[in-house]
Structures are given as C-alpha cells and as structure tokens.
C-alpha cells in the first residue's frame, strides 16, 4: 500500500475522469467542476494521508508524470506487478493493449476465455478485453487500458488532445464502424457511405500529419488504428479515396509493434480471425445528435456543425442588415508604398531563388506563393504592406551554370531572370516589386553594412583550407565541388550543405570531393579570408531570438533551428569567396575576392527595396513602426534566423529586423524529389503547359502546403482536390445559387425575409470568417483555406435543406421562402470571392464578375459578414467556374513527369523541343486522336446552334489541352505551330487541305 498526500489540482479529461470513476471504479474524496473548457478540474484527490491499492498509485503516478505536479510524483511510489489482460479470440480492441504494451515494453499476461464465460462474478455480462491488476481492481474501457499501458512508459505522455481522439473514436467512429463491422463479417453486405463523415473528418485532420497528436505517435492514433484494422483488411476499399488515412494506416501497419499485436490477435488467420468476436460484441448506440444529422442509418453528407450562442446569432444578424453602412472602404494600392504613421506597417519578403535555374512546384509554395498568399490577405485587412522578392544572381551557382551553358554569369542573370519572371506572372504572384541583386545598390549596401561590421570588431580574419582543382586551375567554391557528407554519408552532398540531412558543412570535409566542372579530385590549398564573428555577437543574436520568436509568429521548425544553432555555439562564418562573380570586397588585401552568397543574398532585400523607392530606409531602418515577414523552406532558416540579423545587429544602424519567420518543411513529388536533370517533377514554366489554370495549382499547393513535416504532390490527389473540393462543393455551391437567380428572379436578388434558420447560417458563417481571418493573421494558410471550403458546405447544406426549386413553384410565402434562401447564399457567394482572393486571386475576380459585385466588397476588417447584394442588385451571368480534370488526362501528365524519358532520347532531343514531354506513344496518340475528333464535334455543335460564349470556352479549353495532350504523346513540342500557321488562307485544293 502507499501513502499519498497532494495539495495540488490536476486536469484531466471527462473521458479519463469517466474511466477513472465508470471503469476503475475510485473511491476518493474529490471535489468536481465544469470549467468553459469542458475539462474536470479536481480540486482535491486527498485532503490528508490516505492510501490506495497499486493500480490508483500507478495512475496518480502516470497523471503526475505527465503533468509535472512533481510533489505527487514524489509521494507515489508504485509497486511492481503483473497485469493480465483477459479477452475473448479475435477481439478487434485487444489489439489496442497489446500494441500499448509492446511500444511500452510492458510485460502483459495474455489470457483468452470463451466470450460466454463467465469472467468476473460481478459482471454480469461480459466485456472484453478485461485488464486484471490485482487486489480486485480492473479495467474494463480498451481505450483507457492503451492509454494505462502507454503511461507506464516516459515517452509516451498524455494531454487534453489525446483524450479528444479517444472520445471521437468511442462515441463518433465506434457507433457507425461497428454495425459497418457487424454486416461485412456477417452478412457480408454493407454501405462504406455511413462511413464517409467519419473518415473525412480523420483525412482531413491527418492532412500533412504523420500521425493524430503533435507529430508523435499516442494512444489517440493506436485506438483509431485498431478501430479501423479489421474494416480496411476486409476491405480494403474502405480507406482507398482517402489518401491521408492510407499513408497514416500503412506507416503504422509497417511498424513492429503493430504488426506483433496483429500477429498475437489473429494466430495466423487473417481476417477471418476477428468474425466470431465482432458478431458477438454488442453494437454501441449513436448519440442522438449524429442520428439527427444523419438522418437514422442512411449514408450522410459531411456536417459542419456549429453550437453558436444566441449573442453570435443577434451580431450576426445587425450587421447583416446594417453593416454595409458602416463597412471600410478598401484601400488604395498606390506606389511607392511607405510606412505611414499609426499604420498597420507590414514589409514581407521570400527567399530570393537562384537566378541560375527554373524554380519547381517545391520552390514556389516554399516561398513566393506562401507570401503572395499572406500579403493579399494582408491588402484585405487594408494593412499598408510592401511585399519584395528578386533573383539571387551573384555567387557559384550563377558562374556554374555559366560554365555548364558555355555563356558568361551576365548572360545567364538575364536569361533566367526573365524566366523566373514569366513563371511568377502567370502563377499570378503580386509582388510589389520583383528585381535582382546585380545592382549599383546591392554593391552600395553590401559594402557600406561590410564597413560597418568591420569597424566595431565584428570581422575576423583567418586562413582557411580550400579546395583547388588543378585542371581548372581554379579554387572550387561550395557550390563547384560534391561529394560524401561526412555526416550522413549522402553521396550527392554539396560543398555547402547536405541536402539529406540539410547540415551546413565545410567543402575540405567532403569524402571523396570531385570537381563539378571536370569531375577530377581536387587537392587542398590555403587562402587567406574574412570571417563574421558569430561568437562576439551571440549574446545579442540570442537576445533576438528570444524576443522575436516569443512576440512574433515563428514557425516550429524555425524556433528549432535557431535555438539549435545557439545551443550548439556560434562559430565564426566566413563571408568573402575566391570568385570573380560577386559583390567585390571593399577592403584592402582582399579586392580580388567577392562576399560569400549567404552574407551578401539576404542584403538583396534591402537593394531591391532600394532599387523600389529612394526612401528604403523607411522600411529597413524603422523597426519602431515597421513588422517584418520572412518566408522560406527551412533549409533557409539560419542564414534568416542567425547570420542577417547578425550582420544587421552588428551594423548599428538601426534596421529592421525579422518579427515573423515562416519556414515550410519541404514539398516531395510522388515519392520521391523534384529533379530537372532526371525529368522528376512539374516545374514552374511546365505547370502552363499543362492546360491546367494557375489557380487549380495555386489551390492545390496551397491545400498540401508541408507547415508541420513534408508533404507531397500527387497527381491522383490534385484530381480528386479538384473534381471534389472545387467542382463538387465550391463551384457547385456558386453556380447553383447564381444560376437558380437567374433562371427563376431575373438574375435580381429578390426581397429577403430572414427566419431563424437564416440567421443561424449568417452566424455560422461569420464564425467561419472570424477563423479565417485568426489563421491568417497567424500565418496558419492551409487551415485558413479550410473555412472557405466550411463556408460553401454550409451554403450547400442551407440550399439542400430548403429545397428552393420546390418552393419557387408555391405560395407567395413559399416564393419569398426561396428568395430568401438563394439571396443569403449569393451573399455568401460574395463572401467567398474575397476570402478566395489571396488563394485563386483569378477565380475570385470571376465570381464577382458574374455578381457584378462593387470592389468595395473586397475589404475584411472587421472579421464581419456583410451583406453588399441588396435586393435589387442585378448580378451578371452565371458560368461554371471549374472543369472536371478527366484521368486520360492526369495519366498523360503523370507519365510525362515521372522521369520515364530515357537518357538517349532525352541527349537527341533539341534545346527547341525540350517542352515536348518525351518520346511518342503510339496507343496514347490513337486513343487522343479519337478524343480530339469528339471534341472538336461537341465544339463545332455549340458554335452552330450559337450557344453562350461562356459555355463555348469551357468546351474549347477542353479541346486545347486534349490537344496538347495528343502532341505531348506523339513527342511533338505542343507549342509548335502547325505548318503554315500564320499564312492567309485560300481555297481548298481539290481532294487536299487549305
């Protein structure tokens, strides 16, 4: 027995204190509350010395553990002993104790009983599985038996989440995958649709995760799993459409401890194994308030469900109907933008790409994309923002791919920064200025912050190893030699950094180095150089970081790395490069030397500012009115994190420094990386090629965003993002409302009388838009994204349960009841549009075309929602506003990136057709041509019988990309112009073409 005494309160769960006094069955003294949180707050567990068995010891134990009431921790003392799990053959549940005990390392005695055996002589009816720990104590909920196990062991800790997941799955998944369960191993028949809610919900929260909880692995993903293991291996259809779910459930299938669970429940057989205990196990009843929603067992839409209060209905309501007279006007984007005083002052930069190549899909939501994202969001706050970007020209990279195109570093500059600026026009990037760092400016700033550093004793000097390649007579700079990491073994590493296991590394450590030019082994020489003294500026940089990472809004993965690099040491970086292709080093001794790229790239912020507007400094030295925004993939958070703000700290001179830094983990391709060279990947100037608009790959990167780990592009899931989330709810939602105003109002919305039902919606929505607007201002953009898509659910479900197009045909009172309805919700269509302008910025100009909203409407200060289309208002007309992506096309697309060109064809390919997507497939090409023929008839038809231009298009751009398609699998350049494209026409030869 041990003695406890606590003064302390702890929190848990209602579903742990549902266990705690339903299942284990605790006699202790404690006094109970609801906090708003819905979290039990006990107030007291013992008022003085009292003692308890081993089981209640182990569980204060545990609890005390994970929530560091220390002084508890230290009065429990737990006696060793050994549990015994009882349970019946095949039991589903059973395997969520023995995948706990084998993570845990717990030692379990497995017992198995006939299910009508009587087990315990107080139950009456048995319920399994059944954990046995001694002096009568048990516990009987296999959610609470997991997380008990799991808590034996420090590495598995609990929280308020955890216990969220274990609810959802015994209260949410459990009363439809149980008689789901029931009819596959019974009868053998059964509908996956009663399922859908469920597994949507848990798709849509594994999006990006690897696993349910904080990126570690819990009892919340063990129960879920083991909840879902006998339906996905009897069918394995089950969990097919969703994505998230299948890499989840197949990376913890993979794992040991799962598969020895497996192994010990089934013996051998399969799923087979779990029939007897399933049919035995008796069904657990739907809450009423799911039954409702789904109306009883028949297959159910998504819900989105909102308990809004009675106050968040009537503001709803007032500003609905009053707040147009008080509504902010949007403001005017005049240039030069400058801070201004009072102003919400937001200055936003991304990475600047290397000039010297063609940016990927990866590259663009790294940087680019996710800025361009959070500054138009911020011009709808009406916040005074500047956002800046350029091509990274100076440096190795730059002078070897001059070398690798036989031109010189200037030539090439020109070349891709043209490229890189068509690339970001057509995927619609705002900038408010896009320039380069090969500039009067960047020489100007570079130097005059280099003298800065210099005089206040922030510059060291050194002589340090290099690398000489002999037959280039050259020393190699970072970015010229490759080799083995000496940390990870990668092969491929850079001379810089190791892609892998993204560590920045010395050149002279490399294993086996070889010259990227002429591929011999270079020899080592020394040079003398300038170091920034990272050491003697520690104590500020940590200062900053500190401050600037707990005020403003870093990333996780940036606050890791930064405060890595401090706790390692700071080392002294050095910042000059024997190069010609550079910023020249102003300093005497060293003017045939030029500043090493990560000291002289991020200053390119700053010139390109310069090279904006005269009054730069009104922005770079202004850190009392100005918050500055960095956005990059991680690989770029110390340069951003630790060496320019050194560089800046140790200048003096007042300037801005980062508030926000917003790093992304890395987006893969399929299963594997982007590679040009390989073929691997769709990069920027290709996505055009696709046929595919700009915003469906601006959507689709933006709903895969990698915030929290890597994530990947997959063809199939962009189709189903589309065919699903756009066409099927978003366009849906629109095109129904807009086009039943037409068809039945005239296009003119009518009077709108709100009943409760309404004024419900209006609150939901507004609730919705106020998440919207609290992700953004957090930088949160993939889950912003999911209150626009919230918001169309919620205006589909209002139209399906209203049924317009059955009360248009009524009473007068059943007309207004339909007016209405479809008035509210082409409102919420207006709504959309500018919660859409950041993500599909086109997109959301079309929707208030067909509106013929006023650009007033684009304004979200005040979080409220607004209704601009009063009755009266004459909307335009109404199109589509997306296309289904068909799989002929996807599967052209997919094999056309996948690398599958060979390395000779792609040698005999000419620089003018490299856009031709690889050889010829003659079944392809056949099949195409057929498709082509039927759609140019479908074209040909609308033409004759003159239907409306807009359905026209639709219908040509369908053609357009079959089209390119047929080219592409012929290995024809689908750009090229057909022979003889540009000459007058004549008369059509006899038995010949024009």
């Known amino acids: 027995m041990t003695a406890l005494s606590c003064q302390?309160?702890?929190?848990?769960?209602?579903?742990?204190?549902?266990?705690?006094?339903?299942?284990?069955?605790?006699?202790?003294?404690?006094?109970?509350?609801?906090?708003?949180?819905?979290?039990?707050?006990?107030?007291?567990?013992?008022?003085?010395?009292?003692?308890?068995?081993?089981?209640?010891?182990?569980?204060?134990?545990?609890?005390?553990?994970?929530?560091?009431?220390?002084?508890?921790?230290?009065?429990?003392?737990?006696?060793?002993?050994?549990?015994?799990?009882?349970?019946?053959?095949?039991?589903?549940?059973?395997?969520?104790?023995?995948?706990?005990?084998?993570?845990?390392?717990?030692?379990?005695?497995?017992?198995?009983?006939?299910?009508?055996?009587?087990?315990?002589?107080?139950?009456?009816?048995?319920?399994?599985?059944?954990?046995?720990?001694?002096?009568?104590?048990?516990?009987?909920?296999?959610?609470?038996?997991?997380?008990?196990?799991?808590?034996?062991?420090?590495?598995?800790?609990?929280?308020?989440?955890?216990?969220?997941?274990?609810?959802?799955?015994?209260?949410?998944?459990?009363?439809?995958?149980?008689?789901?369960?029931?009819?596959?191993?019974?009868?053998?028949?059964?509908?996956?649709?009663?399922?859908?809610?469920?597994?949507?919900?848990?798709?849509?929260?594994?999006?990006?995760?690897?696993?349910?909880?904080?990126?570690?692995?819990?009892?919340?993903?063990?129960?879920?799993?083991?909840?879902?293991?006998?339906?996905?291996?009897k069918n394995t259809a089950i969990i097919a459409n969703y994505q998230h779910i299948q890499h989840w459930y197949q990376s913890l299938t993979s794992q040991d401890a799962f598969q020895q669970a497996v192994a010990k429940v089934t013996e051998g057989k399969g799923s087979s194994a779990f029939k007897a205990s399933i049919l035995a196990q008796p069904l657990v009843a739907a809450p009423k308030e799911l039954t409702e929603k789904t109306g009883g067992d028949s297959p159910r839409e998504e819900c989105i469900s909102h308990d809004v209060s009675l106050e968040e209905i009537s503001a709803a309501r007032e500003i609905w109907l009053h707040g147009h007279k008080t509504a902010t006007k949007p403001k005017k984007r005049v240039h030069p933008l400058l801070p201004e005083e009072g102003a919400h002052n937001i200055l936003i930069t991304s990475a600047l790409p290397y000039v010297n190549n063609v940016p990927h899909l990866g590259n663009i939501i790294g940087c680019v994309l996710s800025a361009d994202v959070f500054s138009r969001f911020c011009r709808l706050r009406n916040y005074n923002v500047l956002y800046v970007c350029g091509t990274d020209e100076y440096g190795t990279a730059t002078e070897t791919k001059a070398v690798e195109e036989g031109v010189t570093p200037q030539e090439i500059c020109a070349k891709y920064f043209e490229l890189h600026k068509k690339v970001y026009e057509w995927f619609d990037i705002d900038f408010d200025?896009?320039?380069?760092?090969?500039?009067?400016?960047?020489?100007?700033?570079?130097?005059?912050?280099?003298?800065?550093?210099?005089?206040?004793?922030?510059?060291?000097?050194?002589?340090?190893?290099?690398?000489?390649?002999?037959?280039?007579?050259?020393?190699?700079?970072?970015?010229?030699?490759?080799?083995?990491?000496?940390?990870?073994?990668?092969?491929?590493?850079?001379?810089?950094?190791?892609?892998?296991?993204?560590?920045?590394?010395?050149?002279?450590?490399?294993?086996?180095?070889?010259?990227?030019?002429?591929?011999?082994?270079?020899?080592?020489?020394?040079?003398?150089?300038?170091?920034?003294?990272?050491?003697?500026?520690?104590?500020?940089?940590?200062?900053?970081?500190?401050?600037?990472?707990?005020?403003?809004?870093?990333?996780?993965?940036?606050?890791?790395?930064?405060?890595?690099?401090i706790r390692d040491g700071l080392k002294p970086r050095c910042i000059t490069r024997d190069l010609k292709w550079g910023t020249p080093v102003p300093l005497e001794g060293y003017t045939d030397k030029v500043f090493y790229v990560w000291f002289d790239a991020p200053i390119g912020y700053i010139s390109i500012t310069a090279c904006y507007s005269k009054d730069w400094e009104k922005w770079w030295k202004n850190p009392q009115q100005v918050q500055m925004y960095n956005f990059m993939a991680k690989d770029n958070v110390p340069f951003h994190s630790i060496v320019f703000p050194g560089s800046l700290i140790g200048a003096t001179d007042n300037y801005t420094l980062v508030n926000h830094l917003i790093a992304t983990e890395y987006l893969n391709y399929e299963d594997g990386k982007f590679s040009k060279s390989r073929g691997v990947g769709v990069f920027g100037d290709q996505a055009k090629e696709t046929g595919i608009p700009a915003d469906i790959w601006r959507f689709y990167l933006l709903y895969v965003r990698p915030e929290n780990q890597d994530s990947s592009f997959s063809w199939s899931d962009f189709v189903l993002k589309n065919n699903s989330e756009l066409l099927n709810n978003l366009g849906n939602f629109i095109n129904r409302a807009l086009t039943f105003l037409e068809k039945n109002f005239g296009g003119v919305v009518p009077e709108m009388v709100l009943v409760p039902e309404d004024e419900k919606l209006l609150a939901e929505v507004t609730r919705e838009l106020q998440e919207y607007i609290k992700y953004l201002d957090k930088v949160k953009i993939r889950d912003a994204l999911r209150c626009i898509l919230n918001i169309s659910r919620l205006g589909n479900q209002h139209i399906q349960a209203n049924k317009p197009w059955v009360l248009v045909k009524g009473s007068d009172a059943d007309k207004t009841r339909a007016g209405t309805v479809i008035g509210v919700c082409v409102n919420i269509s207006c709504l959309l549009s500018v919660m859409l302008q950041p993500y599909?910025?086109?997109?959301?100009?079309?929707?208030?075309?067909?509106?013929?909203?006023?650009?007033?409407?684009?304004?979200?200060?005040?979080?409220?929602?607004?209704?601009?289309?009063?009755?009266?208002?004459?909307?335009?007309?109404?199109?589509?506003?997306?296309?289904?992506?068909?799989?002929?096309?996807?599967?052209?697309?997919?094999?056309?990136?996948?690398?599958?060109?060979?390395?000779?064809?792609?040698?005999?390919?000419?620089?003018?057709?490299?856009?031709?997507g690889g050889a010829a497939n003659p079944a392809d090409a056949e099949r195409l041509e057929k498709e082509v023929t039927q759609q140019g008839e479908v074209v040909r038809k609308l033409k004759t019988e003159k239907a409306d231009k807009e359905k026209i298009d639709v219908e040509v751009q369908k053609l357009l990309a079959l089209k390119r398609a047929l080219a592409i699998s012929k290995g024809e350049d689908p750009d090229a112009k057909p022979a003889g494209a540009g000459k007058s026409k004549g008369k059509k030869k006899k038995g010949g073409k024009k």
């Open 840 to 916: 599909m910025p086109q997109t959301s100009k079309i929707i208030q075309q067909q509106l013929n909203a006023d650009e007033d409407c684009n304004v979200l200060t005040e979080g409220s929602f607004v209704c601009y289309l009063k009755t009266g208002h004459k909307i335009g007309k109404p199109s589509p506003l997306f296309n289904k992506i068909e799989q002929d096309l996807v599967d052209s697309l997919k094999k056309r990136f996948s690398g599958q060109q060979s390395k000779a064809e792609k040698e005999n390919t000419a620089p003018a057709a490299a856009t031709t």
């Open 433 to 565: 200025h896009f320039g380069r760092t090969t500039t009067p400016q960047q020489t100007e700033i570079a130097q005059d912050i280099f003298w800065r550093l210099h005089k206040n004793n922030y510059t060291t000097e050194d002589t340090v190893q290099q690398l000489l390649c002999q037959r280039c007579n050259r020393y190699l700079a970072d970015r010229f030699v490759e080799g083995i990491c000496p940390l990870c073994n990668y092969e491929d590493a850079r001379g810089d950094q190791c892609d892998k296991c993204g560590k920045l590394i010395v050149a002279t450590e490399l294993k086996k180095p070889r010259c990227k030019v002429c591929g011999d082994s270079p020899i080592i020489k020394q040079s003398t150089h300038l170091f920034l003294d990272l050491p003697a500026l520690l104590p500020q940089i940590e200062a900053f970081v500190k401050k600037s990472s707990a005020e403003g809004d870093w990333t996780a993965n940036s606050k890791l790395i930064a405060s890595t690099w």
């Open 8 to 233: 302390r309160s702890m929190i848990i769960s209602p579903h742990a204190l549902h266990d705690c006094h339903t299942d284990w069955g605790l006699s202790l003294p404690v006094w109970i509350c609801c906090s708003v949180d819905d979290e039990i707050i006990i107030k007291k567990i013992l008022s003085e010395h009292s003692s308890c068995g081993r089981r209640t010891a182990s569980f204060l134990f545990t609890f005390a553990r994970n929530f560091n009431i220390t002084d508890l921790e230290r009065a429990v003392t737990v006696t060793e002993f050994e549990m015994k799990l009882i349970t019946d053959a095949g039991n589903q549940h059973t395997l969520k104790a023995l995948v706990a005990a084998n993570l845990a390392a717990v030692n379990i005695e497995c017992k198995v009983v006939n299910s009508a055996d009587q087990v315990l002589p107080f139950l009456k009816k048995n319920r399994f599985p059944v954990l046995e720990l001694g002096d009568d104590e048990h516990l009987f909920s296999a959610n609470a038996i997991c997380s008990y196990i799991l808590g034996q062991s420090e590495t598995y800790k609990s929280s308020v989440h955890i216990d969220e997941w274990l609810e959802w799955e015994a209260t949410q998944l459990q009363p439809f995958l149980g008689p789901y369960l029931a009819a596959i191993y019974g009868s053998g028949k059964a509908e996956v649709a009663v399922l859908e809610s469920s597994l949507s919900h848990l798709n849509a929260k594994l999006d990006g995760k690897a696993y349910l909880v904080e990126d570690a692995l819990s009892a919340a993903d063990i129960v879920v799993w083991a909840a879902l293991y006998p339906a996905a291996t």
